[in-house]
């Protein structure tokens, strides 16, 4: 029997969509027949309250969390986020439902082992509820009290060989696309950077030293399935530099319909006979590409690696063989000046293990922007209050052209005396001597 | 309920104390076809909604199957994501960047099964546990953040708006009929803690009524000076309130009028709380942006719906605005062109007369430096 009466939540359980109601009161089922008897550390009826809750607000129109209060591990400044119910008499199964963020595995796959395990850990210390997976990346636990907060942490680092994420003025969790595990587009091994970058940063993970939060994401191609574009302060997108390879062999079978175009993406209406002319070669951002004949040529150094042909074209077209990735700085949500997408600052760097050269880049970077940046301040703002070139200053890397979408519009350059012929110490008497008062 | 200890003892927390050691390797729960061929895959497929095939150099393929899932799921269902991948893919299974699951398998054969087993699960109330699709020229899932059910300055739901918009758009995760990926977001404050800002199509939950002051108590709970530091517009400042009892006491003043509405000054101080289900709190909705670089550059979104009210448990009014644009955009848009394409194409002039949607005052930008850059400075335009 259901604790709550919850009329309103019940409407959400129709519809073919899955049910996240039907999905809570499953979990709530489940804990209140307890058929295999766990020692649940938290109320059993903690789902029942949290329905509860949500009904009130689906009733009232308002949400029913406080924030306040800083709760967490001992030694970390983040992965913990304090959550309490402002209507405690009514639902004290929720009184106090802290989230926990766990740090998940790069490219999101997991043995059926170890998720039954991270189960039953939730299961026993906390709500069960989850988030599969937080728009940041990691696995959310939503709902424990206080005291569990240190069991969980002790069992995930002893028994599952696993630690929390980001959380605050920290290095958030970094998230990247499935690369090259399962997508032939990856110019990197998104994955494998993801992973070394952060145990390699654990510290700024862990321990908030920043004026704010930071973002790593790592898109295989510009196609940027992990949004790391648009979503983080320092984006790597994979890139080749050399020649899309072509299969002139399967151009032809694309032209002449034996293959359909876009991996079959387009599937579900008829949209006519593909036209190669009209779908690739017009598309084309660049203008770069025409046929001979029934063969397909690309002028590949006038390319910008949009990725449309070769999406349209899987088989007939691959990313090149000099692969490494472009850097983006300073990515975030309107808040507060307005959004920002990342701005190009190194647009080529060699992306292999050990991935030194990012290191390094990295750590001038992170360096700077503790000692420059406001309270509050994402590196995307400081970049926009101090201006692009400083940043290349810090950064160490050379001026190019790729960095900017046009040059300025307006002549106030701001020249440094020594780039002027003769300086900026004149004495007026020479001037004098050229020009009467 | 007797507490049990995990071996952590609060007395000497350092004891045994294991930390820094980040997330497990990602390499140990690869499936062995996926292992075997990383880094050497040579094209894909989408043999129907929601089922991919990748080809290996070596021959290989390694065949999936996407579901969707509502992100917010309790162990049990994670444990019969894990009974079906135990029965059919090894004991591996994976997740999206946009929270739905893929089951994969080494053999065609394996697919028809799997599939079967998937689509014959159901929950209680009727609706699919595990429905195949989000893959192509289709709309994968939605995007979200905590709303209701978890965070302090949501102004919305973020799990029942999303059920609400993917229910009626149903037949887009299971289709591809669209002219190209349509990817929505929904964010339940105007913090957008998700890729709204650069989504086809995203509703954002949004409060309208400055925070109510708590002189009671605000002293008492609250750091002034951080309260005032929280607010982005300076709208707030210290100040001297008489209570009516007569006690003169610390507190802060609004002034309404820079207000934006963020919920920042809450998080840091519970006594300026800013719910209001009275008329004040609903949505808005955004279209047009896109994160990927395939033809034309990455897209903020743009405002095109001012107010959506909420309306629990269903939110009709916002589903039918996001259907409008979704239909006006799959009968205009070209085959490959992305909804701000196709927007920018056509002019926003018309994507208002085409999508039936009324555009206000509100959504002429007025917010700092950005807002010039949006108004128009050319005779181009449409009548
Ligand atoms: C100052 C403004 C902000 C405040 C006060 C704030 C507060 C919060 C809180 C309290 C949560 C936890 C929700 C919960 O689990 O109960 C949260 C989640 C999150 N926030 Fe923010 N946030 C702010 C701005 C942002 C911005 C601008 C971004 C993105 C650039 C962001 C990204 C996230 C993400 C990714 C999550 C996880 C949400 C999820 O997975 O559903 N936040 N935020
Ligand atoms: C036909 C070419 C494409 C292929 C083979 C492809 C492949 C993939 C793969 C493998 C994923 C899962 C990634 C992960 O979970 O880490 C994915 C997800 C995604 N892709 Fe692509 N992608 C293609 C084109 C694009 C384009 C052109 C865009 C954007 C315009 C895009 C945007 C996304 C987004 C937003 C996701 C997350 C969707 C989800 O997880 O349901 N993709 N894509
Ligand atoms: S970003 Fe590129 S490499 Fe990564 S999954 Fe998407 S299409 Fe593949
Ligand atoms: S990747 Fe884009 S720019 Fe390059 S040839 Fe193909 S369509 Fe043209
Ligand atoms: S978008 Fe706003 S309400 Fe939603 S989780 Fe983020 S801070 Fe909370
Ligand atoms: S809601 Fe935001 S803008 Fe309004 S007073 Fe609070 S902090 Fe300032």
């Known amino acids: 029997m259901a604790k709550h009466k919850t009329p309103l939540l019940d409407e959400l359980e129709k519809g073919p969509w899955p049910s996240f109601v039907s999905d809570i009161k499953r979990e709530a089922e489940s804990r209140a027949k307890n058929e295999k008897g766990v020692e649940y550390q938290i109320p059993v009826d903690v789902c029942d309250d949290l329905l509860g809750v949500l009904e009130l607000s689906y009733t009232d129109g308002e949400t029913h969390w406080k924030h306040g209060g800083i709760v967490g591990v001992f030694g970390y400044g983040g992965g913990v986020i304090g959550r309490y119910c402002d209507q405690p008499e009514m639902f004290p199964g929720v009184a106090h439902f802290h989230t926990v963020r766990v740090n998940q595995p790069s490219g999101l796959y997991y043995s059926t082992e170890f998720l039954n395990k991270l189960c039953d850990l939730w299961e026993f210390r906390g709500s069960g509820m989850t988030n599969m997976h937080g728009s940041t990346g990691d696995i959310v636990w939503l709902g424990t009290t206080t005291p569990q907060l240190e069991e969980i942490f002790y069992e995930l680092t002893h028994n599952l060989d696993t630690d929390l994420g980001g959380s605050g003025s920290n290095l958030r969790t970094p998230a990247c696309c499935l690369g090259m595990s399962r997508c032939e587009y990856s110019c990197i091994d998104a994955q494998d950077l993801c992973n070394d970058l952060t145990h390699e940063f654990q510290d700024f993970l862990h321990r908030p030293a920043f004026p704010y939060k930071f973002k790593f994401k790592m898109d295989g191609c510009p196609n940027g399935c992990v949004a790391s574009i648009a979503r983080s302060d320092l984006s790597f997108i994979g890139l080749w530099k050399d020649n899309i390879r072509i299969n002139q062999e399967a151009v032809r079978a694309y032209i002449g319909g034996e293959i359909p175009p876009n991996g079959g993406a387009h599937a579900g209406r008829d949209w006519g006979k593909f036209n190669i002319q009209k779908e690739i070669i017009d598309l084309c951002p660049t203008k770069c590409m025409w046929m001979e004949g029934d063969t397909l040529k690309i002028n590949d150094k006038e390319c910008n690696h949009c990725m449309h042909c070769i999406n349209a074209m899987p088989r007939a077209l691959r990313i090149g063989e000099d692969t490494g990735c472009a850097l983006l700085l300073g990515a975030k949500a309107p808040i507060l000046d307005g959004a920002q997408m990342g701005t190009l600052v190194v647009p080529f760097i060699k992306c292999e293990s050990p991935y030194t050269e990012i290191k390094d880049l990295i750590e001038k970077l992170f360096e700077f922007w503790m000692e420059e940046g406001k309270n509050r301040e994402r590196v995307g703002e400081t970049m926009k209050r101090i201006g692009l070139y400083k940043i290349l200053q810090v950064l160490e890397v050379e001026v190019d052209a790729r960095v900017v979408q046009e040059p300025r519009t307006n002549p106030y350059i701001f020249w440094k005396e020594e780039e002027v012929t003769g300086g900026w110490d004149r004495k007026i008497e020479d001037y004098r001597s050229r020009h009467k008062m | ?383």
Not at chain 2, 166 to 191: G, H, I, K, Y
Not at chain 2, 344 to 373: K, M, Q, S
Request: charge should be neutral; proline fraction near 6%; glycine fraction near 8%.
């Open chain 2, 1 to 383: 309920m007797a507490f049990i200890s995990s071996g952590y003892d609060p007395k000497q927390p350092m004891k045994d104390r294991i930390t820094d050691i980040g997330p497990k390797d990602y390499k140990e729960f690869l499936p062995p076809v996926i292992k075997k061929n990383y880094g050497k895959w040579l094209y894909h497929e989408i043999l129907e909604p929601g089922v991919l095939m990748h080809k290996a150099e070596s021959g290989d393929e390694v065949y999936t199957v996407r579901v969707g899932s509502p992100r917010l799921m309790g162990v049990q269902t994670i444990r019969e994501i894990c009974e079906i991948a135990d029965k059919h893919c090894g004991g591996h299974v994976r997740w999206t960047t946009r929270n739905n699951v893929e089951f994969m398998v080494d053999s065609k054969d394996k697919v028809a099964p799997l599939k079967e087993d998937l689509l014959s699960r159901k929950h209680t109330g009727g609706s699919f546990k595990f429905p195949i699709g989000g893959t192509g020229a289709g709309m994968t899932n939605i995007i979200h953040t905590q709303g209701w059910v978890h965070c302090h300055t949501a102004a919305s739901d973020a799990s029942g708006t999303v059920k609400a918009v993917m229910d009626d758009l149903f037949d887009e995760f299971t289709q591809m009929r669209l002219p190209a990926q349509l990817r929505v977001s929904m964010a339940c404050c105007v913090n957008m803690c998700g890729a709204v800002h650069c989504s086809d199509i995203g509703f954002v939950g949004y409060h309208r009524k400055p925070p109510i002051i708590d002189h009671k108590i605000l002293d008492q709970i609250c750091e002034v000076p951080l309260a005032v530091a929280a607010c982005p517009t300076a709208a707030i400042r210290p100040t001297k309130v008489d209570l009516p009892d007569g006690t003169k006491v610390n507190s802060v003043a609004i002034k309404n009028e820079r207000c934006m509405f963020c919920g920042n000054c809450y998080t840091m101080c519970p006594a300026l709380p800013l719910s209001d289900g009275q008329g004040g709190d609903g949505l808005i909705i955004m279209v047009g942006g896109k994160v990927s670089n395939r033809i034309s550059n990455p897209k903020f979104s743009k405002v095109v719906v001012d107010f959506v009210p909420n309306e629990p448990p269903r939110w009709p009014t916002l589903v039918k605005k996001v259907r409008q644009i979704v239909e006006a955009y799959s009968k205009g848009a070209h085959k490959y062109e992305r909804l701000g394409e196709w927007a920018e194409r056509i002019g926003w002039e018309r994507f208002f007369e085409v999508c039936d949607l009324e555009f206000t005052w509100h959504l002429i930008d007025d917010f700092r430096d950005p807002a010039y850059e949006t108004w128009r400075q050319t005779t181009n335009f449409k009548f």
